[in-house]
């Protein structure tokens, strides 16, 4: 087991808020921007759908990333990498800003996705390399209430950017971000993956190892697990803004706030989970976050299918989303617990089935137009029992591997 420098309160508050903001490259990423989408539509002369898939090229970025990154990490250390990419996420974020049509920004998208991978693997990473178990879990709570600020904030900022600003100026200020987070690492994140600790062989070793994870059948299905959370996830989050603003009327400000109100239930429920981890296990505690969603997500659906009032719908998302503050902070430290692999390898693996997964269900919740809040709850739902499967899964396969 990991043993870890930073003992004290104020230490670990302080790594897990470099760490938190490191990890927040993929909220940054898509929820600055959130608000600006039906202008940007109508700016760029695009479909709601084609604004979607700029969403999905950066989910699909940030998860071609992870897999070259986190392998990468464990042969080389953790730092340079994350130096380098901060530095191509800053470019890549001003080049977004002056896109002038919308395959353009698609590509430039992707570009940044890929350069934002390295804070989501690597402070994953880190993590893992100070933590195991339920201490992990715990720091991991930690980490999610720093990270949890930017699904708050963010369209919140987004939407008052827009009052005396375009859309650009969203992206210009992803580039101040990425300027903070670079300083942030460079003077205060040491390197926590000591030489003798690293991969031996290089990278190609680094992607055997990597290769081997997939033979894990408990991590496996840990890692589908978190995959089909995510889909759900994403797949609220690129219909969110048409559902709300445009079937029920939520101004660009108002629903900047339902949005930030559910990233603080992500935070709240993942303080949770961290305080009685310990206690309940990590498996009871998931089965219980499972069981939320599901229940959450039937709930989106009988709000859609009956079309009752939008409290109904803002309560049922509210419960959807605030159950994922549960569902990945316990399945992660349970996936890295079952696997022998490398951290970041195993970190690679488990975000970028994450964001493939969400890339998938993005433009799925945009196949029946922004009139309709169906398609969300159709891929709220079957997300939902999928989660429910994998739970299942890992347990009867935990139990064969003991």
Same mark, same amino acid.
């Given at each position: 087991?990991?043993?870890?420098?930073?003992?004290?309160?104020?230490?670990?508050?302080?790594?897990?808020?470099?760490?938190?903001?490191?990890?927040?490259?993929?909220?940054?990423?898509?929820d600055?921007?959130?608000?600006a989408?039906?202008d940007?539509?109508?700016?760029?002369?695009?479909?709601?759908?084609?604004?979607?898939?700029?969403?999905?090229?950066?989910?699909?970025?940030?998860?071609?990333?992870?897999?070259?990154?986190g392998?990468l990490?464990?042969?080389?250390?953790?730092?340079?990498?994350?130096?380098?990419?901060?530095?191509?996420?800053?470019?890549?974020?001003?080049?977004?800003?002056?896109?002038?049509?919308?395959?353009?920004?698609?590509?430039?998208?992707?570009?940044?996705?890929?350069?934002?991978?390295?804070?989501?693997?690597?402070?994953?990473?880190?993590?893992?390399?100070?933590?195991?178990?339920?201490?992990?879990?715990?720091?991991?709570?930690?980490?999610?209430?720093?990270?949890g600020?930017?699904?708050?904030?963010?369209p919140?900022?987004?939407?008052?950017?827009?009052?005396?600003s375009?859309?650009?100026?969203?992206?210009?200020?992803?580039?101040?971000?990425?300027?903070?987070?670079?300083?942030?690492?460079?003077?205060?994140?040491?390197?926590?993956?000591?030489?003798?600790?690293?991969?031996?062989?290089?990278?190609?070793?680094?992607?055997?190892?990597?290769?081997?994870?997939?033979?894990?059948?408990?991590?496996?299905?840990?890692?589908?697990?978190?995959?089909?959370?995510?889909?759900?996830?994403?797949?609220?989050?690129?219909?969110?803004?048409?559902?709300?603003?445009?079937?029920?009327?939520?101004?660009?400000?108002?629903?900047?706030?339902?949005?930030?109100?559910?990233?603080?239930?992500?935070?709240?429920?993942?303080? =949770? &989970?961290g305080? #009685?981890?310990? $206690?309940?296990?990590?498996?009871? +505690?998931?089965?219980? /976050?499972?069981?939320?969603? !599901?229940?959450?997500?039937?709930?989106?659906?009988?709000?859609?299918?009956?079309?009752?009032?939008?409290?109904?719908?803002?309560g049922?998302?509210?419960?959807?989303?605030?159950?994922?503050?549960?569902?990945?902070?316990?399945?992660?430290?349970?996936?890295?617990?079952?696997?022998?692999?490398?951290?970041?390898?195993?970190?690679?693996?488990?975000? =970028? &089935?994450?964001? #493939?997964?969400? $890339?998938?269900?993005?433009?799925? +919740?945009?196949?029946? /137009?922004?009139?309709?809040? !169906?398609?969300?709850?159709?891929?709220?739902?079957?997300?939902?029992?999928?989660?429910?499967?994998?739970?299942?899964?890992?347990?009867?396969?935990?139990?064969?591997?003991?």
């Open positions: 087991m990991p043993v870890s420098p930073f003992k004290s309160v104020g230490a670990r508050l302080f790594m897990a808020s470099i760490l938190g903001f490191l990890a927040a490259m993929g909220p940054l990423c898509t600055f921007y959130l608000p989408l039906p940007m539509a109508e700016e760029l002369g695009s479909a709601a759908s084609q604004m979607q898939l700029s969403i999905t090229a950066c989910l699909l970025g940030l998860s071609l990333g992870q897999i070259a990154l392998p990490s464990d042969a080389r250390g953790r730092k340079t990498p994350l130096l380098l990419s901060l530095a191509l996420f800053i470019v890549a974020s001003f080049l977004c800003a002056r896109a002038s049509g919308v395959g353009e920004l698609i590509v430039l998208r992707f570009i940044q996705g890929l350069a934002g991978s390295g804070g989501v693997v690597l402070s994953r990473a880190i993590a893992c390399d100070l933590f195991r178990g339920s201490e992990l879990t715990r720091f991991f709570s930690l980490l999610m209430l720093i990270n600020v930017a699904p708050i904030f963010g919140v900022i987004g939407g008052q950017i827009l009052r005396f375009s859309w650009s100026g969203i992206f210009f200020f992803l580039a101040a971000c990425g300027v903070a987070q670079f300083c942030l690492v460079f003077f205060g994140c040491p390197e926590t993956l000591p030489v003798e600790k690293r991969v031996q062989g290089g990278m190609a070793q680094s992607l055997r190892a990597m290769l081997r994870l997939f033979e894990n059948r408990v991590f496996l299905a840990y890692m589908l697990l978190q995959g089909f959370v995510m889909a759900g996830f994403f797949g609220y989050i690129s219909a969110s803004p048409f559902v709300l603003q445009n079937l029920y009327g939520l101004s660009a400000q108002q629903y900047a706030l339902c949005f930030g109100l559910n990233g603080l239930g992500i935070m709240i429920f993942a303080q =949770v &989970t305080r #009685v981890c310990t $206690a309940y296990g990590d498996r009871n +505690v998931l089965g219980a /976050g499972v069981a939320l969603s !599901l229940v959450a997500a039937l709930g989106v659906a009988a709000v859609s299918a009956f079309h009752l009032p939008a409290a109904c719908m803002i049922a998302l509210f419960l959807f989303v605030a159950s994922i503050g549960v569902t990945t902070t316990t399945s992660f430290s349970l996936a890295i617990a079952a696997q022998t692999e490398g951290a970041g390898s195993a970190s690679g693996l488990l975000g =970028v &089935t994450s964001f #493939v997964f969400g $890339a998938v269900s993005s433009p799925l +919740v945009g196949l029946g /137009g922004s009139e309709t809040a !169906l398609p969300m709850a159709a891929v709220a739902v079957t997300s939902s029992l999928l989660v429910l499967f994998f739970f299942r899964l890992a347990g009867k396969s935990g139990r064969r591997r003991a």
